[in-house]
């Protein structure tokens, strides 16, 4: 018997919802915060899809775990460096939207 | 073999309400035009992630999501809020130029998640799993962190102290004493 959370076409379809999504927010935002909220969703795709496949596929279910643990401690990481260009950058722009920060656009 | 009658269709239901708790706190997080409210979807899109790590066969992986994106990455996000004010500019005529780019990121998007979708439910994957070498449990993860991938381990450490000395030297300069 095969119901719902026994599958992994469900959970692919989740990671791809959550991808696209980030990819939406990456487009159509006009904040960098925003940006980098969105790109925490594509990192959350990636995530669920090791996940799905450690789950169903993978002959050690370790590996997915550790590798999904890296990709977490990595944007940990990577937050905390994009919040602090992002104070930088309001500290000497007094602002975040992208399209004003064009000092070097012709 | 179960506890008791229909345990099954009782996980079903959860994992539906975790679904459904990851789905909406994704799109809370990229529809919303107030930043906090963004910040929220994603603490709650993660919550139900960590839901589904957990119907995922880990547990571990469930706790460590809601230890470091809700209880770090969304909170550093928040004192961000607080320090800039990140809010979306507030709208009154949108000119046709920001309606066209926000219909074409629309359609980027259906468009990616028609494609992975197809992918995903076209792809014959097999049904049973093949030979299982270790149970997955966090003892064995424990010793895999510390054999098998003591490099990596000790390398994002590594990655971590840098990134937050990081952060210090790139935040510190421009303050002044009041």
């Not at chain 1, 925003?34 to 789950?55: D, K, V």
């Amino acid at each position: 018997m095969t119901t719902i959370h026994h599958s992994p076409g469900v959970y692919l379809t989740i990671a791809a919802f959550l991808f696209a999504a980030g990819v939406y927010g990456l487009l159509r935002r006009r904040t960098l915060i925003g940006m980098l909220i969105a790109g925490e969703l594509i990192f959350s795709a990636a995530s669920l899809n090791f996940m799905t496949f450690n789950r169903f596929l993978a002959p050690d279910p370790a590996v997915g775990q550790v590798f999904v643990l890296f990709i977490m401690g990595l944007a940990a990481a990577e937050v905390a460096i994009a919040l602090s260009i992002i104070i930088a950058v309001y500290r000497n722009y007094r602002s975040i939207n992208p399209k004003e920060l064009s000092e070097l656009n012709g | 073999m179960n506890a008791f009658p229909g345990a099954e269709h009782f996980a079903a239901v959860i994992f539906v309400v975790v679904m459904a708790t990851a789905l909406g706190g994704a799109l809370i997080a990229v529809s919303t035009t107030r930043i906090i409210r963004s910040v929220c979807g994603l603490a709650l899109c993660c919550m139900g992630l960590a839901g589904l790590y957990y119907f995922l066969n880990s547990p571990f992986l469930a706790l460590m999501e809601i230890l470091i994106y809700v209880g770090a990455v969304c909170v550093t996000i928040v004192f961000a809020v607080m320090l800039a004010e990140p809010d979306e500019p507030p709208v009154g005529r949108k000119s046709w130029g920001a309606r066209l780019w926000g219909a074409g990121a629309l359609l980027a998007s259906l468009l990616v998640f028609a494609a992975l979708t197809r992918l995903g439910a076209d792809m014959p994957w097999a049904s049973a799993p093949v030979e299982r070498v270790t149970d997955g449990s966090v003892p064995v993860l424990g010793v895999a962190l510390l054999s098998t991938y003591s490099l990596a381990f000790e390398m994002i450490s590594l990655v971590l102290l840098v990134a937050i000395l990081g952060a210090l030297v790139i935040a510190r300069p421009g303050r002044s004493n009041p």
